[in-house]
């Protein structure tokens, strides 16, 4: 008997992000993936309005934490990975390329000497193909690079949160532009996901709904191969790099890329308090973006 997981999804309208709680129906064990902390850029500070929302679901449901599952190191949003193990515990996870984003990014701020990319602020780091469980549910990550060097998607049943590898059909896929991004890998591990069956669930890890529909966030792979705008059954991988590649190149630096990246390669920390008890982020000037022509 193969149990069904229950899946509960949580949109952020700030971010475009979506958080899910994957629950065993029969141990009341779960999994949260991708949840969000809340960040005010213009005043730097963080709240735990979007993570809340996930723990006042966990407690009604009266739901056991096992894993906090990262799909990858976000460059959209703050990870509230930390804050929510501090209020039910479980075990944070990624997968294990991460050590070269924490390297790459290490370089990009000039990290203290003391952040080591060897990632260790995570409890676990999943091989490609891993297997692990949720309560009962059988579970497994894969890799799927592209979009970053380590993204991962987490397959409970015959659900894959595939993080950000595919949008929904109108959306499209993730941009490949990202320091370790590349556009024809992406294309690889999209299709490592359309190859699973074609009544196989997928969740995204965002949606920015075009021409006014409601956000979503459930497609699946028969959805994708049918109809989604840039992997359609049909195109080629040289076309699908020719269309990111094109694409990628106009599009701006995200918002919160800077201080997201800095959280969330420390599994949802904030930077270790300087000697007043603040905390402080890094912005390097003139790095990313590109120069005035
Ligand atoms: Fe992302």
Same mark, same amino acid.
């Given at each position: 008997m193969t149990t069904r997981p229950s899946i509960q999804a949580f949109f952020d309208d700030a971010t475009g992000t979506v958080s899910y709680v994957i629950a065993?129906?029969?141990?009341?064990c779960a999994a949260v993936v991708d949840p969000v902390l809340d960040f005010d850029l213009r005043s730097g500070r963080t709240r735990t309005v979007q993570a809340e929302r996930l723990l006042a679901w966990l407690r009604e449901q009266g739901l056991t934490v096992q894993w906090i599952l990262e799909t990858h190191a976000h460059a959209d949003h703050l990870s509230a990975a930390h804050w929510l193990q501090q209020q039910v515990g479980g075990r944070i996870a990624i997968g294990e390329h991460i050590r070269e984003v924490q390297a790459t990014f290490k370089k990009l701020y000039n990290l203290?000497?003391?952040?080591?990319? @060897? %990632?260790?602020?995570?409890d676990h780091l999943f091989k490609d193909g891993e297997r692990f469980h949720i309560g009962e549910l059988p579970a497994q990550a894969l890799l799927v690079p592209g979009h970053t060097p380590a993204d991962m998607a987490y397959v409970v049943g015959d659900a894959?949160?595939?993080?950000?590898?595919?949008?929904?059909p109108d959306v499209g896929t993730a941009r490949a532009?990202?320091?370790?991004?590349d556009a024809r890998t992406l294309y690889r591990s999209v299709q490592r996901i359309l190859a699973?069956?074609?009544k196989t669930q997928l969740f995204v890890c965002h949606d920015y709904p075009p021409n006014g529909r409601a956000p979503a966030w459930e497609t699946t792979v028969a959805e994708q191969r049918a109809?989604?705008?840039?992997?359609? @059954? %049909?195109?080629t991988e040289q076309e699908f790099v020719a269309m990111r590649q094109t694409r990628d190149a106009t599009l701006?630096?995200?918002?919160l890329i800077l201080p997201s990246i800095q959280i969330n390669i420390r599994a949802g920390q904030l930077p270790t308090p300087e000697d007043d008890g603040v905390s402080y982020l890094k912005i390097p000037l003139n790095v990313l973006g590109k120069a005035q022509n």
């Open positions: 065993d129906p029969t141990s009341r203290e000497r003391g952040f080591l990319p @060897d %990632g260790t602020q995570f894959v949160f595939v993080g950000d590898t595919l949008f929904m532009d990202f320091p370790g991004g699973l069956p074609p109809g989604n705008i840039h992997v359609r @059954d %049909g195109v701006d630096v995200p918002t």
